[in-house]
């Protein structure tokens, strides 16, 4: 899954312990209107995302392999630990003799590896699929956060007829099962289809597909 991002509206986070490998990255982003946060080991960037990190933006994190006490490796555990991937891609960076370690940290979810030296262009372009892995992933999140609400904002009588209406049930039927009158379910109806935004019913069950109705 892929979707646009805007470049002013990116974070890209750079852990390196490295400094110059740090503001090469930074300057490299800057001159491509990619913003970016450097942290100048993994325990800084811990620090950060436990403190009520959220991802609100499209992003992505640059992550040395090798660091002091607390390695990229064991920061990309603890990234997955709070639930970040994939919305938070991680591409490592790492020496030639890092190369497995990152190439089984990509099978356990990492975006990608690059190797030092890398090109510039390829690493920019990689950051940029990452961003927009991100993006879809925030749209997502998103989408099924809005849809929740809607779900919460039915009574119980609207939730037992969109699901009988769901499963295809014209109205009689709904009306004989729920022992209401079918005017009364053609007034739930209509209300189920107002707060869910849709206007038949294979809209919502379009919409409602893959889920679980209680």
Not at 75 to 82: A, C, D, R, T
Not at 140 to 157: C, I, K
Not at 192 to 205: H, Q, R, T
């Amino acid at each position: 899954m892929t979707a646009h991002f805007q470049a002013a509206h990116a974070a890209v986070y750079i852990v390196d312990d490295d400094a110059g490998v740090r503001d090469a990255l930074a300057w490299l982003l800057r001159s491509r209107r990619l913003s970016s946060e450097t942290f100048d080991c993994a325990e800084a960037f811990y620090a950060h995302v436990s403190q009520h990190f959220e991802v609100r933006e499209p992003s992505c994190v640059l992550l040395d392999v090798r660091m002091g006490a607390l390695s990229g490796l064991a920061m990309f555990e603890k990234l997955i630990g709070y639930g970040l991937l994939p919305i938070l891609p991680v591409i490592f960076l790492t020496g030639h003799a890092d190369v497995p370690t990152a190439v089984d940290a990509v099978k356990r979810g990492a975006f990608d590896f690059c190797e030092k030296p890398f090109s510039d262009n390829a690493l920019v372009d990689r950051i940029e699929q990452a961003l927009a892995l991100s993006a879809a992933g925030l749209a997502e999140r998103n989408q099924s956060t809005g849809l929740q609400a809607r779900l919460d904002g039915l009574t119980d009588r609207e939730r037992d007829v969109m699901r009988l209406v769901v499963a295809g049930l014209p109205n009689k039927l709904v009306a004989d099962q729920l022992d209401i009158s079918v005017r009364t379910v053609e007034v739930h109806r209509a209300r189920v289809f107002d707060k869910m935004a849709v206007k038949s019913a294979v809209e919502l069950a379009n919409l409602l597909r893959g889920l679980e109705l209680s």
